[in-house]
C-alpha cells in the first residue's frame, strides 16, 4: 500500500490529505479563466489545481449523445452535440505551458486528466508528475497501459465500477511496474445522491486491491468530503468553478471560490481531530487531569496500626494529592503507620507495607 512518493511530496494514509481542486473543464476554453481557477484554488489552499486535457476527436463520435446532465446544463443535441461541447473545451499544447507556468508562480501543482494517448504523451512531455485516470477510462485497460507504460504515478477514478473491474484495472497498472498508486472511490452522477456516496467502499478497495484509497467528490455540499476524511481518504476531490451560473456542464456541481476555500480549511481541522490514533493524555488535559480526578482520602479519623478498609476510606477529589484509585485493592487490609485526620489524602508513606 504504498501510495505515492514524488520529491517533496508524499501521498498515502500517514500524510496529509492531498487536496485536488478540480477545475475540470470550468475554464469553458478560456486561458484566463483558467488562471483565474489558478489562483482561486491556491488561494484556497489545495495541493494541485487539476484540468482535463483531450482532443475531442479522440474521444467521441462526432454525433454521440449527450449525458442527461449534459443536456440539461448546456442544451440537447440540437443546439450544441457533445462533439461540440468538448471541442470548446479543448487546451491545446500552448495553453497547457501557460497554465502550467501559472501554476508555478502560485506555488500550486498543476495537474491534468488525460482522455486519449495523443494526451497522454503531451502530458508526459510536459512533465506532469501524476497522471490522474478519469472513471470514464477505468474499465479502458489500453489507455491504463499505455499510461502506465510511462513510469508515473497514477490516480484512479472508479465511478461507474464494479470491484472486479477496478481490480483489473489495478493489476493491469501493476503490471507495467507502477506501484504508486492511489484509488479514488467515485459515484458518477452529477451531483451525486446522498445515499449513493458509497464512502466505505474505500474500505473493500484497499482491502481487496491493497491499494492506498481516496474520493472524488460529487455529493453536494461539504458531509461527504467530512466523512471521506475521516474514513482515511489520502486523496480528496472536488470540482469548483468561478460562478455556478457560468454556462457549461460542470459548473452547476461545483463549488464556488469561497466554498472552496472553506471545505480545505474545514478538511485540516479534521485532520488535527483525528490526531494519531494513539491513545494518551492530550496537552490540553495534562493541567485538568489531577484536578478533575479523584484519590484515596481517609472518610474518618484513622489512628496508628489500624486497618484500611471500605469503613474509613472514600474516593474524593483532592486537588491531586495522594495514591489513586486504581491501588485501592492493594490498600485494603494494610495497617496506617501513623494517625491521619479526616478527609486527608492518603500516601505511600502512609501505609505500613506497602512496598511488599
Not at 491534468?112 to 503531451?122: F, R
Not at 480549511?265 to 487531569?289: F, S, T, W
Request: net charge negative.
Amino acid at each position: 500500500m504504498n501510495g505515492i512518493q514524488l520529491p517533496g511530496t508524499i501521498i498515502n494514509h500517514n500524510q496529509p490529505c492531498y487536496i485536488i481542486a478540480e477545475a475540470g473543464v470550468n475554464h469553458n476554453g478560456n486561458l484566463e479563466m483558467g488562471c483565474q481557477l489558478i489562483d482561486i484554488a491556491a488561494k484556497a489552499g489545495a495541493d494541485a489545481v487539476k484540468f482535463q486535457t483531450f482532443k475531442a476527436e479522440e474521444i467521441i463520435l462526432s454525433r454521440a449523445p449527450k449525458a442527461a446532465y449534459h443536456i440539461e446544463s448546456t442544451g440537447d443535441d440540437e443546439h450544441q452535440s457533445w462533439f461540440e461541447l468538448l471541442k470548446s473545451q479543448e487546451l491545446d499544447r500552448g495553453m497547457h505551458e501557460k497554465l502550467i507556468k501559472h501554476c508555478k508562480l502560485r506555488g500550486i501543482q498543476f495537474l491534468s486528466t488525460p482522455y486519449d494517448l495523443p494526451s497522454i504523451d503531451l502530458l508526459d512531455d510536459l512533465n506532469i508528475p501524476i497522471f490522474k485516470v478519469a472513471s470514464t477510462d477505468a474499465n479502458n485497460l489500453p489507455l491504463l497501459r499505455y499510461m502506465a507504460s510511462k513510469g508515473r504515478p497514477i490516480i484512479l477514478s472508479t465511478a461507474m465500477c464494479e470491484l472486479e473491474e477496478v481490480k483489473q484495472s489495478v493489476s493491469i497498472i501493476r503490471e507495467e511496474g507502477i506501484e504508486d498508486l492511489v484509488v479514488l472511490q467515485c459515484t458518477g452522477s452529477y451531483p451525486a445522491p446522498f445515499d449513493q456516496a458509497n464512502l466505505t467502499a474505500m474500505h473493500e478497495i484497499s482491502s481487496e486491491c491493497n491499494v492506498a484509497v481516496g474520493y472524488s467528490d460529487h455529493v453536494p455540499g461539504f458531509n461527504a468530503a467530512i466523512s471521506a476524511i475521516a474514513l482515511g481518504a489520502c486523496v480528496y476531490e472536488k470540482h469548483f468553478t468561478l460562478d455556478r451560473n457560468l454556462p457549461g456542464p460542470d459548473h452547476r456541481s461545483s463549488l464556488e471560490p469561497e466554498e472552496l476555500k472553506e471545505l480545505i480549511h474545514i478538511i485540516r481541522d479534521i485532520e488535527l481531530m483525528l490526531g494519531d490514533g494513539r491513545k494518551k493524555v492530550m496537552p490540553c488535559e495534562a493541567a485538568n487531569r489531577p484536578l478533575l480526578r479523584k484519590f484515596i482520602v481517609t472518610k474518618k479519623m484513622i489512628n496508628n496500626g489500624e486497618v484500611f478498609s471500605n469503613e474509613n476510606l472514600t474516593i474524593k477529589r483532592s486537588g491531586g494529592k495522594g495514591l489513586e484509585p486504581k491501588e485501592w485493592d492493594k490498600i485494603i487490609g494494610l495497617k496506617s503507620i501513623k494517625k491521619i485526620e479526616k478527609d486527608q489524602p492518603i500516601f505511600e508513606s502512609d501505609i505500613k507495607d506497602f512496598f511488599k
